[in-house]
């Protein structure tokens, strides 16, 4: 058995229970997204409180959500390996660095299973200019993903205000932006 064969066994022999959850989210996810396609839900009328997490960043300093509070925060759900996350990246960075200056974040949550040791080369390698952190394949507490990209628009009261499945398109996710800084500018 060549070295190549033998690393590939190995891995899918540490990781099949990770492939397997992996394999059932992206299955679910796809299915999900043929059905509906990429879409938004709007909380905007009735808007539910974001749960706090607490996450390692790629230097291993836990980051809170509410760290970000009086913020317009868009938690964004990805991963290296997801086509449409990667196809968006430009765009995200594009909305942050428009945003950045008037009290808007996006916080990347990488659900990558083998951690900063593949996030951290892509971070760099893209230039992503806004705080990434670590979840794994562990769900964070308040914010269901079945696919990816998911994200969620958090108003500066720490509100959720909109859902993103799929792929956001930018002009919508840009004006959802600015109406939620415009409401209570500090």
């Not at 913020?71 to 997801?82: E, I, M, P, R, S």
């Not at 659900?111 to 705080?131: A, H, L, R, S």
Request: a neutral charge; glycine letters at 10%; charged letters at 25%.
């Amino acid at each position: 058995m060549s070295l190549i064969a033998r690393r590939a066994a190995d891995f899918v022999r540490i990781r099949w229970k990770t492939l397997a959850g992996l394999a059932v989210v992206l299955a679910g996810g796809t299915m999900i997204g043929v059905l509906r396609g990429p879409h938004t839900e709007d909380f905007s009328e009735k808007p539910r409180p974001a749960a706090d997490f607490a996450l390692p960043d790629l230097t291993g300093k836990t980051v809170r959500l509410s760290d970000f509070k009086g913020q317009v925060v868009l938690v964004d759900f990805w991963a290296t390996w997801c086509i449409p996350c990667i196809e968006e990246l430009p765009d995200l960075k594009a909305l942050y660095d428009k945003h950045k200056d008037r009290g808007f974040t996006i916080v990347g949550i990488s659900i990558d299973d083998m951690g900063k040791e593949v996030v951290g080369p892509f971070v760099k390698e893209n230039q992503v200019p806004y705080p990434i952190l670590l979840a794994g394949l562990d769900p964070v507490e308040g914010f269901p993903v079945r696919g990816l990209p998911t994200a969620y628009l958090i108003d500066r009261r720490g509100f959720i205000v909109k859902k993103y499945f799929g792929f956001k398109f930018p002009e919508q996710l840009d004006k959802d932006v600015a109406a939620a800084l415009s409401q209570g500018e500090p």
